[in-house]
Each structure stands twice: as C-alpha cells, then as structure tokens.
C-alpha cells in the first residue's frame, strides 16, 4: 500500500474530529476497523476514512450504532464484491432508517427489499447523501481529498494542502469537508479572513452545521467581532450541546461581552462535558472569579 494512504489513528482522530474512544468502539462493532502492518501498527486507509466520516454523520444524524452494525451485516450478506460497503456505496437516511443505493437501485439492508420509485420519490426530502456520489467529478473531489488529507499528515506542505482542497471543492461545490479542513488551515497559519470566508461558504451550504458555525464563532473572536462569535458559538452550543470546546469558547467571549450569567452557564457545561480536560482547571477558576460567582447569586 501506498504510503501516502495510511493514517494513523492519531491523524483520523484529528481529521475527522473522533475520539479513540468512538474508533474503539466502532471497531468492537465491526463497522470500521484499523488495518495492521506487519509490526502491528494499526492504520487506516482512505477508503476507512470514508467509511468512519459515514458513520459518524450517520450517528449524529440519530441513528444507532447497532442499528447500523446489522444493516451493514445484512448488506455484506445480500451485495456481493462490495467488501467496504460505506466506502463504495451511497448510503442514506432520515435519522432513522438506512437505506443504501447501487447502481440507481436503493435497497433496506434488514428486509433486502429494493425501495421502488415511489418510495424513492416519497423520502426524497427526507434523506440526506452521506457517502460520496458517483460521478466523475466526484470522484476527482475524491482524489484530491485524498491528496489534501495525506498532505495535512506530513506527506506533503500545508500549501499543498490547502490547494488540494480547492481543487476538491472546485470538483464538487457540496464537499463541505473541504471547506472546513481548509478553513481550519488558514485559521492555523493566522489567515483569520480567509478562514472565515471558508466558514461562511460552509454555513451557507448547510446551516445547521455545528462545526462550521463554532469554527466560524472563533475566528470572528480573534478578529475582535465579539458579538458575532457569541451568535455563531450559540448555534454551535445549540446544535451540538455536548460540544466541550463550543461551551469553553462560548463562555469566554461572554466574558468579553461582560455577559457573566451567560457565561457561568457554560463553564459549568464545560466542566460537566470535560471535568479532567487540560482546561477544566481555569474553568473552574473562573467560575470562582468574583463576577461570575456574583452572576450565579442574582436573581432571574
């Protein structure tokens, strides 16, 4: 195997915003699993990659992991030559059910029933594309992903890096992945403006993205647009609540805004979300700072 397509379980934890307590489990479930070389190192490939950003939208999107541990198991069963399913196949859903389309025939993986015309054209609203189309184009966003996320794990320059991504979104206006991980870039290198437009080309594509909006909330911060971070980390908070790092970056730039009551509410989400974090210790100073402790003793 190439070895421009292996990353190691810290590089897709950082790429792909997943703990190794979710890869851990996910691979106890049989439904992506690290590849081992012959020193026993586990790695992933890119098609891995896709498959883990399958599941983890699929999850967010509410359906369950078991739920979708059988579905696969079913699949693998009924599709023969499909040995990564999530890699290869179009796979979707509306928050409950998983449905997986091949060659323009979409199949319910439990009952291995196609899903007719009709039925396509009654969910259609409803469903949302979580792997990636087939397509030419697609599959140029593909390459050039690949490209851009082998260059970020240091096969390559961070300028490299950033290229490859607008080539990947040039081929596909929809990869959203392209536009945060190269937003994130220039937010790395200090480019805050650029980072933003990034973000907000994110947003724009879907609204209800928590990470576009909290990646966004904190660029506004670093350019000194306080109130404009409070509202998009708002949206982040409210999207995903059990985002640590939201509620810390949230309740800072409170801070700022000396919205104290504001912001004891989430140093105390961060501490309940991150109790033994690196930060955990100045958010609980902070909740002990004169005016936030005030904050919590006026009445509503």
Same mark, same amino acid.
């Given at each position: ?29 049989g439904? #992506? ?8 190192t ?16 699929? @999850? ?14 079913a %699949?693998?069963?009924k599709?023969?030559?499909? &040995?990564?399913?999530l ?9 409950k &059910?998983? @449905? ?13 029933q ?14 949302r594309?979580i !792997?990636?189309?087939?397509? #030419?184009?697609?599959r140029?966003?593909?390459n050039w ?9 240091g ?17 596909d ?22 980072? =933003?437009?990034?973000?907000?080309? =994110? ?5 209800a993205?928590?990470l576009?909006?909290f990646?966004l909330?904190?660029?506004l ?11 998009? %980390?708002?949206? !982040? ?7 640590a &790092?939201?509620?810390y970056?949230? !309740?800072?730039?409170?801070?700022k ?16 979300? &991150?109790?033994?974090?690196?930060w ?19 009445p509503?």
């Amino acid at each position: 195997m190439d070895a421009t397509n292996r990353f190691s379980l810290e590089d897709v934890q950082r790429i792909l915003g997943l703990t190794s307590k979710q890869l851990d489990h996910w691979n106890r479930l049989g439904l #992506v699993s690290p590849q081992e070389e012959e020193k026993g190192t586990p790695f992933y490939d890119f098609r891995d990659l896709i498959g883990l950003r399958t599941v983890k939208q699929l @999850v967010e999107q509410g359906v369950r992991a078991n739920h979708l541990q059988r579905a696969l198991a079913a %699949l693998r069963e009924k599709l023969d030559k499909a &040995d990564a399913p999530l890699a290869e196949l179009r796979v979707l859903s509306d928050g409950k &059910d998983v @449905v997986v389309e091949r060659h323009g025939a979409r199949l319910e993986p439990l009952s291995g029933q196609f899903v007719l015309n009709f039925e396509t054209r009654e969910i259609k609203e409803r469903v949302r594309v979580i !792997a990636l189309p087939a397509g #030419v184009s697609k599959r140029s966003a593909d390459n050039w992903f690949a490209r851009a996320l082998a260059c970020e794990s240091g096969k390559g320059t961070r300028a490299e890096a950033i290229s490859a991504y607008d080539h990947a979104f040039e081929a596909d206006p929809d990869r959203i992945d392209a536009l945060l991980n190269c937003g994130t870039l220039h937010y790395e290198d200090g480019n805050f403006e650029k980072a =933003a437009k990034y973000f907000r080309r =994110a947003i724009a594509l879907d609204s209800a993205n928590a990470l576009a909006h909290f990646n966004l909330g904190s660029v506004l911060d670093e350019i000194g647009q306080v109130e404009a971070a409070r509202q998009h %980390l708002r949206l !982040a908070v409210r999207l995903r609540p059990e985002n640590a &790092d939201a509620r810390y970056n949230l !309740a800072f730039v409170c801070e700022k805004l000396s919205a104290f009551s504001e912001a004891r509410e989430h140093w105390q989400a961060y501490v309940r979300l &991150d109790p033994t974090g690196p930060w955990s210790s100045y958010a609980r100073q902070r909740l002990a700072s004169d005016k936030i402790a005030k904050a919590g003793n006026t009445p509503h």
